[in-house]
Each structure stands twice: as structure tokens, then as C-alpha cells.
């Protein structure tokens, strides 16, 4: 059952979706080329700010080769890709100033600190000593661990350090923040408090953008593309498209987008 019934189609957000919103991502035929291989063919979707975006599919599907070039990691074969309005062919540097990014191993170094992470990446994000001062103790306080400053990442607990690489990701206020299976290995009721994240983080106007192999984070989701073998073969409303394919669960359209596939 999805917990967060109000994020489908009765979604302020989703009743904006259109020209009249600022886009975020905007994505025209993008192809990835290793060789003969082709990891992304002619992907095409926009992004909305403060969307929820869930981007879906199987290992080797072209996920994480995409994410990659939205993050400026990565240089398209050909088409056209402008992330948090810049171009990513000529303003790589521009976009990655304007975007978060986390990954299913939270992206935080285990032998450093609290306090000395959130110092360390203040400094990559550009942010003033003063203002880095204010915001932490901000985060610390909101995320109830202020008693926890100088532990060190690697002896927290795992929902501690995924609550804290996400705000880490998110310190800075970046247009969009790109969550790479932030949830994979984690439990069920951690999951579920770390979505609880997104959503404020939606609320303030970031953009979120995530990929995930749990069908039912899809739900929580305000729109889902799925991928497959390098292909975006859906997009739309979790809702619309169990309707599409006669499905219960986003579990039933994956496996059933899959063996149209075979």
C-alpha cells in the first residue's frame, strides 16, 4: 500500500506539470555510445521543479550512465541536455555548483567527524565560514544529534548517516539533488523515514531525482520513467500507468514493460 497516497494524481505538483512550470532537466535525443554499445538511445523527458522523479529500471538498463551525464560526470554522445538551466556540454561547472548528489553509500567519509564532513563539503560547496556555522547547527538540531557533533561517521548508525548524507547533499540549497539507490540495503522503516526527507526537501522547491530497484519507492514518486535496455519505455504518474497496463503494483507494469521487451 503506498503510504503517501496525496503524491499521485491529486498532487498540486502534478496538476502544474506542463510549459507554465520552470523545468529543470530538459533532455532532447540523448544518446551514450561505449563503442558499438549504446548505454542510452535517444532518451527524451523534462524535469519540473520540485518534482519528485523517479528513474526506474533493471542493472545494465542505463541508469546510472544517464545520471552520470546529468551530474556533468559524464560527456553525451550527441544531443541535447541543459540540467538546472545550464548546458551541459559548455557550462559543466556551472551545473555542478547548482546540483546534490548521494549515492547507496551516502557519500560521506566514515573517518571523519560530523562536524568535519559537514566542514569538508561546506568548503566544496563554496559556502562562507559564517554561514556554514549558522546552517550546521541548523541541520544538527533539526536532525536531533547535536550531542553527536565529533562522532565519527563510521561508528553512527545507518539511518543517522543516510539522514545526514542526504542534508549534506542538500546543505548548499542546489536546484536538484540526484539520489543514486540511496535506500539499497536499508530497511523498511528506515526507508520510509528517509522519503520522509525527500518530501520536505520537495517542499522547499528542490528538484529530486532518483534512481531506485524498489518498485515501491515508484509510488512515492510524482512521475516514474522506466528504462530498459538503454530505452525509456514509460513515463508517466505511478497511477496512470498502473491503469495503462492493467496492473496493482509498479511492480506488475515493470515486469510487464520487461517481457514486452523479450
Request: glycine share 8%.
Amino acid at each position: 500500500m503506498n503510504p503517501y497516497p496525496d503524491l499521485h494524481q491529486n498532487s498540486p505538483l502534478l496538476e502544474g506539470l506542463g510549459e507554465a512550470n520552470q523545468k529543470v532537466i530538459e533532455v532532447r535525443d540523448l544518446v551514450k555510445k561505449f563503442g558499438n554499445f549504446v548505454a542510452n538511445d535517444h532518451l527524451n523527458f523534462d524535469v519540473y521543479k520540485g518534482e519528485i522523479f523517479g528513474f526506474l529500471g533493471a542493472n545494465g538498463a542505463g541508469k546510472t550512465t544517464a545520471m552520470k551525464i546529468l551530474c556533468g560526470l559524464s560527456a553525451p554522445t550527441s544531443g541535447k541536455v541543459k540540467v538546472a538551466g545550464f548546458d551541459i556540454y559548455k557550462e559543466t561547472e556551472k551545473v555542478k555548483r547548482n546540483i546534490g548528489y548521494m549515492s547507496q553509500k551516502f557519500s560521506l567519509y566514515e573517518d571523519l567527524t560530523i562536524a568535519e564532513n559537514i566542514r569538508f563539503y561546506s568548503g566544496i560547496y563554496g559556502i562562507k565560514p559564517a554561514e556554514r556555522k549558522e546552517k550546521m547547527e541548523k541541520l544538527l538540531k533539526n536532525l536531533d544529534i547535536e550531542s553527536a557533533r565529533d562522532s565519527l561517521i563510521g561508528s553512527l548508525p545507518l539511518g543517522w548517516k543516510q539522514k545526514l548524507a542526504f542534508s549534506v547533499a542538500i546543505f548548499h540549497d542546489p536546484k536538484i539533488v540526484f539520489l543514486d539507490e540511496p535506500t539499497g540495503g536499508v530497511d523498511p522503516i528506515t526507508r520510509r523515514k528517509f522519503w520522509d526527507l525527500i518530501y520536505e526537501a520537495s517542499d522547499r522547491g528542490i528538484t529530486v531525482f532518483v534512481t531506485t530497484h524498489y518498485m515501491d519507492e515508484a509510488e512515492y514518486c510524482n512521475r516514474v520513467s522506466i528504462m530498459n535496455e538503454g530505452r525509456i519505455e514509460a513515463l508517466d504518474t505511478p497511477e496512470n500507468l498502473k491503469q495503462k497496463y492493467g496492473a496493482k503494483n509498479m511492480d506488475e507494469v515493470f515486469l510487464k514493460i520487461a517481457r514486452n521487451k523479450e
